[in-house]
Nanobody
Framework: QVKLMESGGGSVQAGGSLRLTCTTSEYSYSAYRMAWFRQAPGKEREAIATIDSEGSTTYADSVKGRFTISKDTATFTLYLQMNSLKPEDTAMYFC??????????????????WGQGTQVTVSS
């Protein structure tokens, strides 16, 4: 059973920064593509960043240049550094793991393991 746990969410003013953390097991780290998703009230869940076992990353256009996904192989921790935050970034953020192919890394259908989420609120 793959367990994922997010932390680091909170409230911040527009233009500010937050770093989200997702702790996981070693197996998750080595076997799966890891990703960050978010879901705002009334909207569908969307992938915003993914990283594969070799460290290759993909980003949604909405966060490209502002958010950075990374991982620490020593501690099996996934990160999402979020800079220049905007009110439209307000959402519940989820860590996920799955066998997403490189041709379709952002589709939620490939991700079978999810954390419970951490709330990010950006005020204007």
């Amino acid at each position: 059973q793959v367990k994922l746990m997010e932390s680091g969410g909170g409230s911040v003013q527009a233009g500010g920064s937050l770093r989200l953390t997702c702790t996981t097991s070693e197996y998750s780290y080595s076997a799966y593509r890891m990703a960050w998703f978010r879901q705002a009230p009334g909207k569908e869940r969307e992938a915003i960043a993914t990283i594969d076992s070799e460290g290759s990353t993909t980003y949604a256009d909405s966060v490209k240049g502002r958010f950075t996904i990374s991982k620490d192989t020593a501690t099996f921790t996934l990160y999402l550094q979020m800079n220049s935050l905007k009110p439209e970034d307000t959402a519940m953020y989820f860590c996920a793991a799955g066998h997403a192919p490189p041709t379709d890394p952002m589709a939620s259908v490939w991700y079978h393991f999810w954390g419970q989420g951490t709330q990010v609120t950006v005020s204007s």
